[in-house]
């Protein structure tokens, strides 16, 4: 029940993610970047191109099959992130790197 609860949490707050981003992505990665950045997401910036290959994953797992659910858990405990911002992230690269997987999203 407690995973269940987060996952809402995560799937309200990853809406938001797909809400502000922009429709016509003219550059995709600084787009996804700037999302996240303004949600509070930081990391240090040797670590740039690993974020953004991180958000390119979340669009492989869709393709592979994965669930929010499991989006949420698997990067929230890669990453020691909450849940909610783990489904902020989701949201942001599947708006960001591929917008046919929204309806996965919440």
Known sequence: ?????????????????????????????????????????????????QVIETGYAVCQDWNNGATFEQEVLDLAGATGWSNGDAGYFIGAATGAFCPEYEYKVG
């Open 1 to 49: 029940m407690k995973t269940t609860f987060a996952c809402v949490a995560a799937a309200l707050l990853a809406g938001g993610a797909l809400w502000g981003a922009p429709a016509a992505l003219a550059d995709p990665e600084g787009d996804f970047l700037s999302v996240i950045a303004e949600y509070g997401i930081t990391w240090p910036s040797e670590k740039t191109a």
